[in-house]
């Protein structure tokens, strides 16, 4: 589609257009002619024949109008005719009206998901660079790139037209950090040209971007059908997205955004008729969703009745709607609306109607003129409509002047068409119309636009969103340029925004202003639009204005719950106190409204609208506004799902994708896909399932002719089926033979490719059918095949061909000559000569590689072949090539281990920074001969041309290639073509992997920081592949966080902190960990603070004007190190001034001078580092400022401190002398005089030397240890000694002293230097891991460094490397070497060097890995699940896989009839088995299985010979008669009999599957174990009657199905019931089993007659009968069973029919034999809690006798009585007891005894009475009234006991069961009860005395006695 110059221009020029986002917009065609230019306003698919397809804004041309509904039409571009529906074409105007409303609606609607914080402020939207049109040819790539920008970052959304484009792979969208947004057509197609939008939103408003794609013709044939899912056009890229991907309500933005708003096609034409007839009025429209339609007339709703007719139909998305007036009245005539509305928008659109009566009326304009404004050259077409009776006369006026143009009269239309204006046809048009009544006219004004360069409206300067209070006031400010002047537009709520007196527009053609005063939240609320338009274009920037109110509450809550069916309009209403915009919440997640939910807001009232509920929208709804909130639970009926659209034939070629495809009215429910009554299941590759909402889909992938069939689509119980049918494709040949050319003695190969690999192919020879042999074979790979003639001879030469099916392809061999010199024998060379292979490393600028350069087999005996290394010392990752030698290619072509091929390996360095070269050297024995380097067909067989990258070089008869900057592209085949001979190699480049390594050395190990500050810490690393990276802090594993960053970069990781606080400090450990291993490395974060106060001064010497002050340094630098100190000073008479001395300190020693004589001074002293200065130091006490009196010998204030360096270093020696009568004296008579002497002790001589001393005889007198030196590092000052050694050597180790002499005498102080450099390597890292072949040379070198020197040790796993004739170590004064100068695979480990000294050890590890090809799999093959077709073949991996990871096993058969072995399969190297499959039965094979590694393939395992002949074989069928049990209306439980052979393999299962009798597809109802042969079918219809199947399946497979041919019905006959349920083991003792079942789900139709209990012990197979139950009875014991035995136990019900399935147990273990358990343990511990109360307190038994405990029974006996009663019974887990109401003064014995299932136990008893002592209380008495249900004279009835307790809450009494023939209250813990009374049965009353006042007491009555008590 192409738009001209004036397409853009009423896109953007038309006043109207600004405005017809507004809802309401009429949208319509003017009349329609033949020729006439028209666009598609959606995309549509053809559906019936000789219809076209259309792509929303595709240009057509209109050929045929004849029929109302379809119009023949003309594409534009391709020039494609055909019929298109009338309702979606639109004319150019009303296209441009439609594309604009519908775009500015889209991006209304565009959600934003970001909002800037409220400390940062928001920018609106603004194009800095804006969208350029493109002109392109058909099948290019373009590019649309624009630039914006706005806080917060906007969103980009890109449309083509109205449609929101998605991301794919044929459009790309990018959105860079330079907010340059770019859209990539990877290919463009016709249907892709026309409007393309950039839109940037963000929450400050929008802004947009339009230009036009145009594509130019010639067109290409890019698009053709050839390909079943290619992109034809947007819409299909859509489509085939959508298909590909599914579709949900919310799953895309385009999903949420995509849909029409109602647009009429055309504006329907004003009717005139006669009164009385009948009369139609229709309109057409396109909406997406369904609009509602509403007629009105003069402004009332129009529905049917009386004489009038309203009718709505619907095609997809394309709506008619008609009005029928039958005998129309003259009343009836008038103006007519059609309003439609859906969640897009709204649209209208009027019809006038005259009713003529027949009387006379003056002329009436129907349908007036249009003004328009067009660009020269654009054809203007004004058209009006006017009646009257009798028929007025028209006439013509341009600018009141008689129109000299033709003009046209049809009926009662009148129109005239100005063919190329110009601008000076600028005028007004006016139509006058006149008869003998009256006068009518019509004006327009027609503007005709001069062409000129112009700039469209751009805005500069953007307002941003705004919330004013209410009655406040706000301003909207905007700036624009453009040319002409841009006109600008207000909108709000995208209705006009009209001045007032309270909004105020004001524009000076630059500058926009829109103010509004007393801002109203009922009116002012709402997005606000500001639209400027010129001719060349528009722009349009918007923003909300939000009012806000203080206090919103809800008038109008939800209803608190709704109940509403599937498919049906739900409405939820609300109102509002004030107009405010409220959120809507479904389940807690904010609803958008975008969606098939309708959020509406009118005024006060909120509406949330879903016109089709489905089960997906039930859940609870929410509105909020502010804090408050109303809910509403809504709750959806499901419908029963139904098809829509059932299944239609379907007609595919073979290899094509097959897509079947139904509709359902449920988007939740699922179906089941069957082919031939068999249900598919997905497996992801070849069928594919997919539900896109309503729609269900079954995708057949790569058909072929197995794939026809019927196939069934069940939805429950209804299904439709259709048929699928396969065009068969012939078999073709994709790759044709190729002529060749080879020398005498080479081997040829012919290679083709099929298009199916059991294709039949037949190989000829000059036309005769070729037999295959040794000389000439045949290799089959799948669909290639290969025709190899070994040692080709002169008589081989001829025309070879091959023919499948009609298609064959032919070509030519030539066998040539030798022209080269004889033959000459290869033999093994050493290193020094041309070997065999070697190869060149000068290091690539990559990563770890493995080379592999694999030799040829194909080589001419007078030649020979080889990689040459160069001996270039400088490269680390140089190797030595392999000792083996190439000899001819074998006799020998069927076995592969002679076929394989030589393979060296160089590892390349992946730290340097060099290129990878190798170089391929051949040498001829005979003259200089012409010759080229080529490659294989991997490179199209190109010759190579000497390059910068490709080297040739020849010396004499060696010819050499050297390829530079090797990367992965150069792994291909080499050759080497002289004349009519060829050599080639193959190069493979292999990564290595390595584990994360790093660098250590560049570790910044500290890392330093001040509080609140940032900080980044980083590690460099190398690894491949990239590590995965773990911190942790003090052990403790870092989370990501906003404020700790983890980040991990190709050669970094890092770790980003902000703000640190104290918490954060600590070791950081990072972790890096891939496949191959993991590093680590620990880092310390300190953070810095100020330094901690210096110690106090102390004085060292005073003058009458100076003193000499010296202090300790602060215990802590703060982390920091201290930078200087201050020292400040007072004087008695000012005490609050400091001083500070002006000079930087920085030393611990200093000398203030200018001090006053004999005044007293106090001292302090400040520490300062990077952060800032510590507390300052206690002061001094005051010190008068004198000379000392008397002299005083030295003292040494600050020692000498030893150091330890290493070699070449600066130290430096210090020391303070001091006189400590100074520093303790106010007062200091004079100043000493001091010199110094400094000795130094060395271990093999001594020195003195004296720096200063007071004269020349202390300068040259010897000290104790050493003599004097002098040097000019040696230093005095300010009382401090210094002797700095600038560079350190070996022989500044020694002991140093320093003495200070004067006249009262001396001080020393000594320290040690020691000097000593911890042990380091170096080592190129190129070697550290090598993999290398066997025979080649394995050398490496280390140099390390240390003082004293180190010693050095080698390692090979955890022995020590000693140095063999094999394994050669070489250690000099810095170096070591390890040599292996031929290697062998047992050399393969890890090396290891240690080099250590006094000062540290330093290592280092080598990888060194041998390879090799592997050797043979381990035999034999083992061959097993020999069948008619296929055979399993297992082997062992192969003892030695050469130091390699094995790739792959080849598998290869040979038919020993043929001899000609062909390949099976290539299989993963942790498989060791295979299927091999298509064989023929009764046939002899043979197999061989063959590993392979990078470097090579092994020798082959062949087989033993195999004949191809089933040994096992599926089941035979189930056996009747097929039982039916438990028959209800909707089950019934089938059973069968076992399969009379199980084929020889065990049966795994049975399949039940069902079917109704008028359906298809069989449903699986399950599947049992085969030891089940019965299943319950459920879920039956009622009255449909089903067909049953049955199938037994083994390893083989399923068995043909049992399937009777009589079909059940559910519920029509009488049957054995079901089986009891929930059959379960209730008790296991040590000798008896209870079980507990639940009654059958059915009887079968008739009452129970009661159940059978059969047991079966677990070593046999017999089942015993029990006992046979009432029906009543669903519990039984089955006693006397043998201990520690294991049994089954089954139940069945019974009818008068028979016995049902029987429901069985699992197995069941018996209990153990069990004895009474052990007594309860002593001490019993009885104590008193009160009056008449004691608590007894006991341990655990011992032993349980074998039997799990029950409880404790109590027993008490007043020693008085001879008697025990027994008191209480409590649980296991209860071990003390309350018994109260004893006898006062009585004395108790107690016993306690432990039950089990067996018994009690022996008794725990107390070993003395107990006395209860008699409290001094009250008493009253109670009496005891037996209640009404106590038993009479006829209960077997023998006494009545009475016990008391207290403590009972009476409330308890209130609760008791009056049915039950026992009470009992006893808590068992706290309380018993004690034996008060026996009485006879006939007495009803009981007194007691003696009882306690203002106590409680309960009784209880047990009138059987004699079963309590034994």
Known sequence: ???????????????????????????????????????????????????????????????????????????????????????????ENSYMLYVQKKLHEKIDKLPVFEKPPPDEKSAAPRFVEKLQPKHTPDGTTVQFECQVEGNPRPLITWFRQTAIILPSQDFQMYYDEDNVATLIIKEVFPEDAGLFTC????????????????????????????????????????????????????????????????????????????????????????????????????????????????????????????????????????????????????????????????????????????????????????????????????????????????????????????????????????????????????????VVEELQSLEPPMFVERFQEEKVPEKGTVQLVAKVTGNPIPEITWLRNNEPLEPSETVTQTYDGENIVLEIKGVDSEVDAGDYKCVASNPVGKASHGARVTVDVDKVKFTKKLQPRIEVDDKSLLSLECETSHTVSTKWYHNDKELSGMDHRIVIQEGRTHRLVIKRTTPLDAGKYRCTVKNQSTESTVSVSESKPEFVRKLQDFEVKERECAILEVEISSEIADVTWHKDGEQLKEDGEKVVFEKQGNVRKLLLRGTSVHDEGEYTCALEDQECTAEVTVVELPPEIITKMQDLTVAKGEKATFEIELTKGDALVRWFKDKKELQFSEHVQLSIDGKRQKLKVYNSELEDTGEYSCQVGEQTSTAKLTVEGRICGGPKPIAPRPPSKSGPVRLTVELPMFQNLLWTLLQGCQMSLSFHCTLMQHSLSNFPGQTSRSSGSMAPESSNHTDPSQQATDVDTVKLNSSSLASATFALRVEFFCCFLPFNFGQSERKKGKELKPSNRHIITEDGTVRKLII?????????????????????????????????????????????????????????????????????????????????????????????????????????????????????????????????????????????????????????????????????????????????????????????????????????????????????????????????????????????????????????????????????????????????????????????????????????????????????YMTYENRVAKYTITETTE?????????????????????????????????????????????????????????????????????????????????????????????????????????????????????????????????????????????????????????????????????????????????????????????????????????????????????????????????????????????TDTSFTITWQPPETDGGSPILEYIVERREVNKKAWQKVGSTTVDVTHIEVSSLKVNISYHLRVTARNDVGPSVPYAPEEPITAGKRISAPSSPTNLTVVDVTSKSVTIQWGPPTSTGGTELTGYIVEKRQSSSNKWTKVVTLEPSVTQHCIANLKEKSEWFF?????????????????LVSLKTHATVPSPPTAPLEIRSIGPNSIIIEWGIPESDGGAPLEGYTIAIRDIRKTMWMEVGRVKVGVQKLTIKDLQENHEYLIRIYARNEVGASEALESEEPFKVLRPTVGYSVLRVVFPKWFPTNSLNVCATDVFVCTDMEQQEVEKMDTTAPTLSFSTETTTSWMREAGMDADIRSYARGCLLRRDEYFFRIWYYARQLFK
Not at 52 to 80: A, C, F, P, Q, S
Not at 1174 to 1197: G, L
Request: hydrophobic fraction near 30%; charge should be negative.
């Open 1 to 91: 589609m192409i738009f001209n110059t004036s397409v853009i221009n009423k896109f953007n020029k038309i006043k109207e257009v600004s405005l017809s986002i507004t809802k309401g917009t009429e949208v319509f065609r003017e009349e329609v002619q033949e020729g006439d230019v028209l666009f598609s306003v959606t995309s549509y698919d053809a559906e019936i024949e000789d219809a076209i397809d259309l792509v929303e804004g595709e240009r057509v041309y209109v050929l045929e109008t004849h029929n109302t509904e379809w119009w023949y039409v003309k594409k534009h571009l391709t020039e494609e005719k055909g019929w298109a529906p009338v309702q979606l074409l639109l004319d």
């Open 199 to 446: 839109v940037a939103k963000n929450s400050s408003g929008f802004a947009s971007s339009t230009t036009e794609l145009s594509v130019e013709a010639p067109l290409s044939d890019h698009g053709s059908d050839a390909t079943v899912l290619s992109r034809k056009s947007l819409s299909r890229s859509r489509s085939f997205k959508r298909l590909i991907c599914g579709h949900t309500r919310e799953s895309s933005l385009a999903d949420i955004l995509e849909g029409i708003p109602p647009t009429f096609s055309r504006k329907p034409k004003a009717r005139c008729v006669d009164e009385g007839t009948d009369v139609e009025l229709e309109c057409r429209l396109v909406a997406v969703p369904e609009p509602d339609i509403t007629w009105y007339q003069s402004g009332e709703e129009l529905t049917t009745g009386k004489n009038v007719v309203v009718i709505t139909d619907s095609d997809m998305h394309m709506y008619t709607s008609i009005v029928r007036i039958s005998k129309v009245k003259r009343t009836q005539e008038g103006k007519y609306e059609v309003v439609a509305r859906n969640r897009e928008g709204e649209a209208s659109v009027q019809i006038t109607l005259k009713v003529r009566t027949g009387e006379k009326e003056p002329p009436q304009i129907l349908e007036p003129l249009k003004s328009v404004i067009v660009r020269e050259g654009d054809s203007v077409r004004l058209s009006t409509l006017i009646v009257g009776n009798p028929s007025p006369k028209i006439t013509w006026l341009k600018d009141g002047k008689p129109l000299k143009v033709p003009t046209k009269t049809e009926g009662d239309t009148h129109t005239v068409i100005l063919l190329h204006p110009v601008p000076g046809d600028t005028a007004e048009y006016t139509v006058t119309a006149k008869n003998e009544v009256g006068t009518a006219k019509t004006t327009a004004t027609v």
């Open 964 to 1272: 530079k900057k090797v990367t992965l592209d150069d792994q291909t085949d080499y050759s080497c073509v002289a004349i009519n001979v060829k050599t080639s190699s193959k190069l493979k480049v292999e990564i290595i992997e390595t584990a994360p390594k790093i660098n250590i050395e560049a570790l910044q190990k500290v890392y330093k920081v001040n509080k609140g500050d940032d900080v980044n810490i980083s590690v460099k690393y190398s690894s491949t592949p990239s590590p995965t990276d773990e911190w942790s802090v003090n052990g403790k594993v870092i989370k990501k966080s906003k404020r700790i960053i983890p980040a991990l970069t190709e050669e970094s990781a890092s770790l980003t902190i902000k703000k640190v606080e104290d918490n954060d400090v600590g070791t950081y450990t990072i972790r890096l960990k891939n496949n191959c291993g993991e590093a680590s490395a620990e880092l310390t974060l300190i953070i810095m603070e100020a330094p901690s106060q210096p110690g106090s001064p102390e004085v060292i010497e005073v003058t009458d004007i100076t003193i000499t002050l010296h202090w300790k340094t602060p215990e802590s630098d703060g982390n920091s190190p201290i930078t200087n100190y201050i020292l400040e000073y007072h004087d008695r008479e000012d005490v609050f001034t400091w001083i500070k001395v002006s000079e930087r300190i920085l030393e611990t020693t200093h000398k203030v001078t200018s001090l006053d004589h004999n005044m007293e001074y106090m001292f302090r002293v400040t520490a300062v580092n990077d952060v800032g200065p510590s507390p300052p130091s206690h002061p001094t006490r005051y010190i008068k400022i004198t000379s000392p009196v008397s002299m005083e010998p030295p003292t040494i204030q600050e020692p000498l401190k030893g150091v330890v360096c290493g070699l070449k270093k600066s130290i430096t020696l210090s020391c303070v002398v001091g006189d400590p009568s100074i520093s303790m004296m106010c007062r200091v008579a004079r100043v000493n005089k001091v010199s110094l002497n400094c000795t130094c002790n060395f271990s093999s001589f001594r020195i003195t030397l004296m720096p200063v001393c007071k004269n020349e005889t202390e300068r040259n007198r010897r000290l104790t240890d050493g003599r004097t030196f002098k040097n000019k």
């Open 1291 to 1527: 022989t500044s180790s020694g002991t140093y002293t320093c003495q200070a002499t004067n006249d009262a005498g001396y001080a020393e102080t000594t320290a040690t230097v020691k000097i000593q450099e911890p042990p380091k390597i170096e080592v190129d890292e190129g070697v550290s891991t090598q993999k290398l072949r066997v025979t080649n040379q394995w050398k490496v070198e280390v140099k390390f460094t240390g003082y004293p020197k180190p010693t050095v040790k080698w390692t090979k796993g955890s022995k020590e490397l000693p140095s063999t004739k094999h394994c050669s170590v070489y250690i000099d004064e810095s170096s070591s070497t390890v040599a292996i100068y031929s290697l062998k695979k047992e050399d393969t480990g890890i090396y290891n060097i240690t080099v250590q000294n006094e000062a540290g050890s330093a290592s280092y590890e080598f990888n060194l890995r041998v390879i090799d090809k592997p050797s043979k799999p381990e035999g034999p093959i083992v061959v097993k699940d020999i069948r008619k077709d296929t055979v399993t073949i297992e082997w062992k991996p192969p003892a030695d896989d050469g130091g390699l990871e094995l790739s792959k096993y080849s598998v290869e058969k040979c038919e020993l009839e043929k001899m000609v072995w062909m390949k099976v399969a290539d299989v993963e190297k942790d498989v060791s088995s295979y299927c091999v499959q298509k064989l023929r039965e009764d046939a002899e094979y043979m197999f061989r299985v063959i590993a392979e590694n990078p470097v090579g393939s092994s020798e082959a395992l062949e087989s033993d010979t195999v004949t191809i002949r089933s040994k096992y074989d599926r089941p035979s069928p189930p056996r009747g008669p097929l039982d039916v049990s438990g028959m």
């Open 1690 to 1706: 089954r139940v069945s019900a019974e009818n008068s029919i028979g016995l049902s399935p029987p429901a069985s147990t699992e």
